[in-house]
């Protein structure tokens, strides 16, 4: 619970007002998205009819184009989500790393070595040239959650915590994608149930929260619109936070072994 509180403090970082317009800038697009969000008879009917076929007493129904309206709202806030996860993700460890020189970290009389960051590279720039290898992960997630929901997404889930320190790797110690994938698995080795029951449980906190203040404003589109957005964006801003803060952590770990035990340890 105390990572999961230290996620939330998204703010917790130089530059406090890029992080609010980035804020803003989620609430503000979420907010039209869902205030836009079709609704009503034809996709109840479609709803209807594909639960039908489900239980094989009819056939197939094709989509309406309502129906598509919602996907490409739904997929669009999805991109949007992970380019701001990864966006707050790079700042933090931009931040938290000895980019400068001029801050060292250590671990008894183990030092660790700074993330491996060029100086001058801009942390936007770096992001930006990162995010389509970060689609590209996300895309060849689909076929593995599609074959998981029969096992209630189990398989899934392990394997996306399996991989979830890729995108850093892949950023920070320039290895190619297979790479890469290969280095998150061991890095979180011992680390996968911790680090999926964090990302559960801050996910549930927020969905509940945003859940709860929905049911009390159930009557107005508005509210209830704008309620779901604050989560959203809080919501994934924190998930940036809390895959760096993991990160940073790993890598620290992994330095220290590959180093040795601390003196007096």
Do not use: C
């Not at 130089?14 to 034809?42: C, D, I, K, N």
């Not at 040239?129 to 096992?151: G, N, Q, T």
């Amino acid at each position: 619970m105390r990572i999961i509180l230290e996620a939330l403090k998204i703010d917790k970082m130089p530059e406090t007002r890029r992080v609010h317009l980035w804020f803003s800038v989620l609430f503000a697009l979420a907010s039209s998205a869902y205030l836009s969000m079709p609704s009503g008879g034809q996709l109840d009917l479609f709803k209807t009819q594909l639960n039908t076929f489900l239980q094989r007493k009819g056939v197939l129904p094709f989509p309406p184009l309502v129906w598509f309206s919602v996907i490409f709202r739904q997929v669009g806030l999805v991109v949007l989500s992970m380019w701001f996860i990864l966006l707050y993700a790079i700042h933090w460890l931009f931040a938290s790393s000895d980019v400068t020189g001029e801050v060292d970290i250590s671990v008894g009389s183990v030092a660790i070595p700074p993330l491996s960051v060029t100086k001058g590279r801009s942390p936007t720039g770096v992001a930006m040239r990162a995010f389509p290898v970060f689609l590209l992960l996300a895309v060849s997630m689909i076929l593995p959650y599609i074959l998981s929901i029969p096992a209630l997404g189990i398989p899934f889930y392990v394997l996306v915590s399996m991989l979830s320190m890729t995108i850093f790797i892949f950023i920070f110690e320039e290895k190619n994608l297979p790479s890469a994938m290969g280095a998150s698995y061991r890095m979180t080795l011992g680390m996968k149930f911790f680090i999926f029951v964090s990302f559960l449980f801050l996910s549930s906190i927020t969905t509940m929260a945003g859940d709860l203040l929905r049911m009390l404003f159930k009557s107005s589109l508005w509210a209830a619109s704008l309620i779901r957005a604050f989560f959203f964006s809080l919501k994934t801003l924190a998930f940036g936070r809390l895959a760096a803060m993991f990160y940073r952590s790993l890598s620290i770990r992994g330095s220290v072994s590959e180093s040795g035990p601390p003196d007096g340890f």
